[in-house]
């Protein structure tokens, strides 16, 4: 494939023609799931984890409060973009399935680099660890499939060694980008700032995986063949290391995770299975 066409089939705002009104739709239904779980009492906003603006985290609880098991979504929009205010009523199917669920933000390229990116959300599992107590799945979306990866194979006992050595069990990644390496070449490489190293280095595909380990890489069935393939080549090469599987989801790259507001979807079904195994 030449790399024009390859660039292409990483660049979902392409492939999905009308992102835009998605984005727009996401920002709406977002604000009306804050409004109402506000009103009901179901949800801490602006819980900061760090010291700048956008690490925080917004926590939104189902009937049974903070006592529930807890999921951990992290938003897409390729490091760059994006931030949880278009992202709150995705926690409304696994709240209805009686799952906690922390949006997370962070800090965007360029001001910052992807590594310090999953930095941020160690430190975010970190604190929310410390204010609950309980171990978590974790799921994200595009960028945030590759950071959810990056969570599950953090070695958590190395680097801080004062949280469980499991903290992150689990993890659910939709349409990640596992394997950094082609996007040094691509036009947005100018805002990510990758060397080949650097590519390497933060891919999570190339990362050794703690034992006990369990991730689904998700993708849509409508998304491009760039897309698919990431997940599948995860699947493959951590099939050794991890219980981990490939699935795809109706929808393209965006409309994707419409099932995570659906507590019926079989997505749903899922991350609460993988979450019962992180429940103690």
Not at 215 to 225: M, N, P, Q
């Amino acid at each position: 494939m030449a790399e024009a066409d390859l660039e292409s089939e990483y660049n979902p705002r392409i492939s999905v023609p009308n992102h835009a009104e998605i984005f727009a739709a996401w920002a709406r239904d977002a604000e009306l799931y804050r409004a109402e779980t506000l009103k009901g009492g179901r949800a801490e906003l602006g819980l900061s984890y760090g010291d700048t603006p956008r690490q925080f985290v917004d926590l939104f609880l189902p009937d049974a409060g903070e006592e529930a098991p807890l999921a951990l979504f992290i938003h897409g929009g390729y490091w760059r973009a994006m931030d949880p205010s278009f992202h709150s009523h995705h926690a409304r199917g696994l709240n209805a399935r009686g799952l906690a669920v922390a949006v997370v933000g962070y800090d965007l390229c360029p001001i910052v680099t992807i590594g310090d990116i999953v930095e941020q959300i160690r430190r975010a599992c970190i604190f929310l660890w410390a204010r609950l107590g309980r171990r978590m799945i974790v799921t994200g979306h595009s960028a945030g499939g590759h950071l959810a990866a990056a969570m599950v194979a953090t070695d958590w006992q190395v680097l801080y060694p004062k949280v469980p050595p499991n903290l992150v069990p689990a993890g659910y990644a939709i349409s990640g980008v596992f394997d950094l390496t082609p996007l040094t070449g691509f036009g947005i490489n100018a805002d990510l700032r990758l060397s080949a190293d650097d590519a390497r280095r933060l891919s999570p595909m190339f990362w050794p995986v703690p034992p006990g380990r369990t991730i689904d890489a998700a993708v849509g069935d409508l998304e491009t063949e760039a897309f698919k393939q990431q997940s599948r080549r995860i699947a493959q090469t951590w099939r050794t290391q991890a219980q981990i599987r490939y699935a795809e989801s109706p929808g393209n790259h965006f409309t994707v995770i419409d099932a995570l507001c659906d507590p019926s979807d079989p997505m749903m079904g899922r991350i609460a299975e993988l979450a019962k195994s992180v429940t103690p």
